[in-house]
């Protein structure tokens, strides 16, 4: 499939709050790719009771109009463009974006309970998506952190689309790339401490190993990037969220397998807690199975 050169973003009311426009914009300009901005009228709210459809149209309009005014105002040459669609949010932004470089949506928190609770159309846009989704955190200003990208892998051999996102990133920021892997002994061992002695041993040794041959694969093919790697034993979700506040991450990367369309709307539990709590932007990346 060919990649489209642009950028999509998804935007609503909130989007001078939720960073997901900045972010957008300062990708364009490493990349050098336009944005197409994108705001959906929900037909349902057009058609509830108590709301003028045309009355939600204006406000719409006015929504995109200061958009786009902020995009011309932008420090680029790029032809970027703001527009109406109609239709389900997620579904809507999902196939607006299909074929192209990436998605940006935002989130935004929620009172005390926003590291446990995110936008329903970012997670939803998430599990429909062929493309890249970064998800930005409300408030988020990438001028206000310097750290790396870090890549979060499992122990498996499909993580080569999780990885090329993330030294794509990195080589744009020129900072170097991480690439995490947080492993833990199945539940069945915790009971034997005089065996899990030597299995939490083999184990760690083995994600060691694991690591480092991944970030020598990937070393052989970008060997002007500066490769880390970093290995955690824990819950995945706690060590990916805690590795990426420790290192002020730029961008973190996961990856979430679409079986079939039936199981694109669901995501992987990993993948989904790193979404609700993740406090730097997250792309999560289609791995094709």
């Not at 196939?95 to 609770?117: D, H, I, N, P, Y």
């Not at 990195?170 to 069945?188: C, F, K, S, T």
């Not at 060997?223 to 969220?241: E, L, Y």
């Amino acid at each position: 499939m060919t990649v489209k050169p642009v950028i999509h973003v998804g935007v609503d009311g909130s989007w001078r709050d939720t960073g997901a426009l900045e972010w957008a914009l300062q990708e364009s300009l490493l990349r050098q790719e336009p944005l197409q901005v994108v705001h959906v009228i929900e037909e349902q709210v057009r058609q509830a009771p108590g709301w003028e459809p045309d009355a939600v149209d204006d406000a719409s309009t006015d929504l995109v109009n200061d958009v786009q005014k902020f995009l011309d105002e932008s420090p680029d040459a790029l032809d970027h463009e703001a527009g109406l669609m109609v239709g389900p949010p997620a579904r809507t932004l999902a196939e607006a974006a299909a074929g192209s470089r990436m998605l940006v949506v935002g989130r935004r928190g929620l009172g005390v309970f926003k590291r446990l609770l995110i936008g329903s159309t970012s997670e939803a846009v998430v599990t429909r998506a062929q493309v890249p989704v970064v998800v930005v955190p409300a408030h988020w200003r990438p001028a206000d952190h310097a750290g790396p990208v870090l890549a979060a892998v499992d122990d498996g051999e499909d993580n080569a689309a999780v990885l090329e996102f993330a030294t794509a990133a990195a080589a744009e920021r020129d900072v170097p790339i991480r690439i995490l892997h947080v492993w833990d002994l199945p539940a069945i061992f915790s009971w034997d401490a005089m065996n899990t002695a030597g299995v939490e041993s083999e184990w760690a040794e083995n994600a060691q190993r694991h690591l480092e041959n991944v970030a020598a694969e990937w070393q052989a093919k970008c060997p002007n990037a500066t490769i880390q790697v970093a290995v955690r034993r824990g819950h995945a979700v706690d060590g990916v969220i805690t590795a990426a506040e420790q290192c002020d991450a730029q961008l973190l990367v996961v990856g979430t397998r679409h079986h079939t369309r039936l199981m694109s709307v669901l995501l992987g539990s990993v993948t989904r807690g790193v979404l609700h709590h993740a406090t730097c932007p997250l792309a999560v990346v289609p791995v094709q199975v």
